[in-house]
């Protein structure tokens, strides 16, 4: 008798890595097949007419050449694929992302190829949700409990950045306490989230709502109050999250503070600058196989070129934490130069209520003790001016 429910796909990291490097060979093998052409044009041009033969069969090897280092990845990838069905679903459900390294690298090819990944149901692909010892925790009180034994009635979320995962909240902290553990010490419980960066920035707010309102149903206890904190990327999915979904939102009444941590509400400059590289070397005939590199990036990296045009959400309080890694935040340079990635003018954005960070680099955002403080202090409803001084390590 055959059953009439759908069989279930399994999770297997095994094929889609060996998808995934197929992949990395065929992108990155086209641009220098491009550049090899195009030498070709400038040697056999220079050689003229009499050289045509010898070009032919120069040009004939060599697309032969990549056209089989193609075919040959795709077919190892295809075979790996295959042999993997043999092996036993806890070998390779999670062969990847069971190793804080393997999990990294996840979070970064996603944030490379997320909206691909999703697309072709590759599982690398990754889910939006809590995760517990580098897996999804799903939408149920007793999956919750587990995940969070000493669950309290105020949620702080946290919202990692661009190519990172929830491991991003937990590194650099040389032998101190990261900030969930530092928020868990006040009766805060830290929702360290991991989700798809490669997808659009719209798409991962409209997500983050409809999950927030599963996760406060399910919680352990009664959620009373809730507080956001955005890293770079992190923080404009926070915005879109409150401003989109906020006619429809259960959860938002119960927020009372939002962070934006190296947030670019009006873009990032670096990837402003790969869209105008992309477009200029596609301008010359030489370089525009390297343009189409180039266009392989995400939507989401691409969403970072432009300001957030979603109002910040009323009821809340809104506060940026911005870095410049010029220790005179007043210098000449500072606001241009920024963390080294995302410009003061942009990490101030909207908000109104901006604490500076100077010497400070982009990442160091993740791990740094006035940070740390400056959340305490935020969430336990301390004053600007009391917060101010902590920023300015006071």
Excluded at 41 to 70: C, H, S, T
Excluded at 199 to 217: E, F, K, S, Y
């Amino acid at each position: 008798m055959h059953s009439n429910f759908p069989r279930v796909r399994r999770r297997n990291e095994v094929a889609g890595a060996a998808t995934v490097l197929a992949s990395a060979v065929d992108i990155l093998s086209r641009p220098v097949q491009g550049t090899h052409r195009a030498v070709n044009d400038v040697v056999f041009g220079v050689l003229g007419r009499p050289a045509a033969p010898i070009r032919a069969v120069n040009d004939g090897i060599a697309d032969a050449v990549y056209a089989a280092v193609r075919g040959g990845s795709a077919a190892i990838a295809k075979a790996v694929a295959t042999g993997s069905e043999l092996l036993p679903d806890e070998t390779v459900s999670h062969a990847v992302t069971s190793s804080a390294a393997g999990s990294v690298l996840v979070g970064a090819v996603n944030g490379l190829l997320g909206d691909r990944l999703v697309a072709e149901a590759n599982d690398l692909a990754v889910e939006l949700g809590p995760h517990h010892r580098r897996r999804v925790v799903a939408n149920e009180t007793a999956e919750l409990t587990t995940a969070f034994p000493f669950a309290t009635g105020h949620l702080a979320i946290l919202v990692h950045g661009l190519g990172e995962t929830e491991q991003a909240w937990y590194y650099r902290h040389d032998g101190r306490g990261s900030y969930g553990e530092t928020l868990a010490a006040h009766g805060i419980s830290a929702v360290c989230l991991r989700y798809n960066t490669g997808t659009g920035i719209v798409d991962n707010g409209a997500a983050l709502a409809d999950l927030l309102d599963r996760v406060v149903t399910a919680w352990p206890v009664p959620v009373e109050r809730i507080d956001l904190v955005g890293h770079s990327m992190g923080g404009l999915v926070l915005r879109r999250a409150c401003g989109v979904e906020a006619s429809r939102a259960t959860w938002l009444p119960l927020v009372h503070t939002a962070c934006y941590l190296g947030t670019p509400h009006e873009g990032a400059p670096l990837a402003t600058g790969v869209y105008h590289l992309s477009r200029a070397l596609r301008r010359v005939k030489q370089t525009a196989v390297w343009s189409d590199l180039l266009d392989v990036r995400s939507r989401g990296v691409d969403d970072l070129r432009l300001a957030t045009d979603v109002p910040l959400a009323p009821g809340i309080r809104h506060v940026a934490v911005q870095a410049t890694l010029a220790e005179d935040p007043h210098a000449w340079w500072a606001d241009a130069v920024g963390d080294g990635l995302v410009t003061l003018r942009s990490a101030r954005g909207p908000v109104s209520e901006v604490y500076t960070l100077p010497g400070t680099g982009h990442l160091a955002l993740l791990s740094d003790l006035r940070v740390s403080r400056v959340l305490v202090d935020l969430m336990t409803d301390a004053s600007p001016r009391q917060i101010a001084q902590v920023a300015d390590g006071a």
